[in-house]
């Protein structure tokens, strides 16, 4: 025996469905929600938020989900030699001449050149 059926409001369903009234009226307006009730214009509560998400976009505002972090491996010693040979071949010795402190800009560029020598050193032994 089918169970009776629950009837809601336009407004009801907007609760129900965390949007605003006039989202709802839109949807029944463009056929993507039908009223159960024409005469009294009532919905059916039964399945609203499948029938609802699947004939809808998701919200704009809706939060999207973050990626992973990426999780870097621990340089070792061994791998530290290798990454200080191709950070030799790309740096210029005579633009580093002066010992520290530096400006914020030099530590930037030492930080790319590292990290660029850190990548062809990973690509070249496959880690």
């Known amino acids: 025996m089918e169970s009776k059926r629950q009837l809601i409001s336009e407004k009801e369903a907007a609760a129900i469905l965390n949007r605003t009234p006039s989202a709802i009226y839109r949807a029944l307006a463009d056929n993507r929600l039908r009223f159960a009730d024409e005469r009294n214009r009532k919905l ?72 660029i020598a850190r990548i062809e050193v990973s690509g070249i032994c496959g880690k």
């Not at 200080?84 to 210029?92: C, G, K, R, T, W």
């Not at 633009?95 to 030492?110: E, I």
């Open 44 to 115: 059916d509560r039964r399945n609203l938020e499948e029938r609802f998400s699947r004939s809808t976009r998701p919200r704009a505002d809706k939060p999207m989900a973050s990626p992973a972090p990426v999780e870097q491996q621990p340089i070792h010693e061994d791998d530290w030699q290798e990454i200080a040979a191709v950070a030799n071949e790309l740096i210029d010795a005579a633009a580093w001449a002066t010992p520290p402190p530096w400006t914020a800009d030099r530590w930037a560029g030492l930080a790319g050149v590292l990290e």
